[in-house]
């Protein structure tokens, strides 16, 4: 759909960059945020909700909800812009005091999502009124919208850079011969260590538990096994590879060692 709305001209010139950058210095860190729910599935809401709880008290950044757009300095817009909600959101949008920060959260704020092209909506919130700042997710978790408002916002410093790791390849792990006489064993290891650290980091993974479990002079002897998962892992200078190794052990190698000998509770790493 194309956009209707035209923002008026004494909006436009009060909500330039530099106007915007001004304003955020001025109110250093103490930020009014309306929420507008543009007609979302409430996956969203929950989460704001879940950010605004003591758990993870954004207070503490400067982040208050308040009860009206005209003491808001940031709208937070969530769905993706029912017909319903058309006017209502122009009202919270043009209600706010200028100079204002527009910020799209979650999938359907950001590009509409899985109802970008249904006939009961505008599509993302950017359809309608200005966006300045976007956090994706379906839904986003309260960390990820307390970071993205602050790192938008200049609270925090943004940190994260992007990586490419080249050194990585298409070509599947080859096994030449299982350690324990079922190749499922290897296959399992790999789609654990893929799910707790992810693609890349969990070939790492895969690699570091393997390269360990040969060191055991007897692979099917669990008191030993764990002995030596033991050292090998405690020498990690990563406390996560060292957390995931144990894992594996409790989640895949003990399960397949039942079939030699029955599974006793000090075999298992306490984590």
Known sequence: MSKTYVVPEEIENSNTLEAKLEHLKNIKRSFNVYRVDCGSCNGCEIEVFAAITPMWDPERLGFKLVASPRHADILLCSGPVT??????????????????????IGACGSSGGIFHDAYSVWG???????????????????????????????????????????QDCD????????????????????????????YFFGRKLYEKYISALKKSTDIKNIKK????????????????????????????????M????????????II
Do not use: W
């Open 83 to 104: 017909r319903q909600m058309y006017y209502p959101l122009l009202r919270a949008y043009e209600a706010t005091p200028d100079p204002k920060v527009v910020v799209a």
């Open 124 to 166: 993302g919130i950017d359809k309608v009124i200005p966006v300045d700042v976007y956090i994706p997710g379906c839904p986003p978790h309260p960390a990820t919208i307390i970071h993205g408002l602050a790192s938008a916002l200049g609270i925090l410093d943004q940190k994260l850079q992007f990586k490419e790791h080249t």
């Open 171 to 198: 070509e599947a792990i080859l096994v030449e011969d299982s350690l324990i006489g079922n190749i499922l064993f290897e296959r399992d290891i790999l789609i654990e260590s893929k799910r707790l650290m992810s």
């Open 225 to 256: 096994t764990k002995e030596v998962i033991e050292i090998y892992s405690s020498e990690e200078e990563d406390s996560r590879y060292e957390e995931c190794m144990k894992r594996l052990h409790n989640n895949v190698y003990l399960r397949y």
């Open 258 to 269: 039942k079939q030699f000998a029955p599974i006793k509770d000090d075999y298992k790493f």
